[in-house]
Nanobody, 124 residues
Framework: QVQLVESGGGLVQAGGSLRLSCAASGRTFSTYFMGWFRQAPGKEREFVAAISRSGSTKYYVDSMKGRFTISRDNAKNTVYLQMNSLKPEDTAVYYC?????????????????WGQGTQVTVSS
């Protein structure tokens, strides 16, 4: 399997920015479709963004377009989520996920491997 470790979370004021990183261990990182999800207390895990194996195609929820940017560096076995113009509603634990997907999916169960998550807290 592939192991994923998120980092970069923290406390930020509304309107601020954070850059999350997800470092992958193991083999063939570039063969995996990668996604970011988040989960707030009492809520279901929800899709944030995804990126294709080569990084050429990216997917976002409409509410995050223009604010969040997903990217990957296959040479470093790392995927990133740049978050700008953060809102209190963005407060959640953010998870990265990897899957041998045919293509984009917003469903958590389509992804095979998950990190432990990193907390993002946005104050008003």
């Amino acid at each position: 399997q592939v192991q994923l470790v998120e980092s970069g979370g923290g406390l930020v004021q509304a309107g601020g920015s954070l850059r999350l990183s997800c470092a992958a261990s193991g083999r063939t990182f570039s063969t995996y479709f990668m996604g970011w999800f988040r989960q707030a207390p009492g809520k279901e895990r929800e899709f944030v963004a995804a990126i294709s194996r080569s990084g050429s195609t990216k997917y976002y929820v409409d509410s995050m377009k223009g604010r969040f940017t997903i990217s990957r560096d296959n040479a470093k076995n790392t995927v990133y989520l740049q978050m700008n113009s953060l809102k209190p509603e963005d407060t959640a634990v953010y998870y990265c996920a990897a899957g041998n997907l045919r293509g984009y999916s917003v469903a958590p169960n389509r992804y095979d491997y998950w990190g432990q998550g990193t907390q993002v807290t946005v104050s008003s």
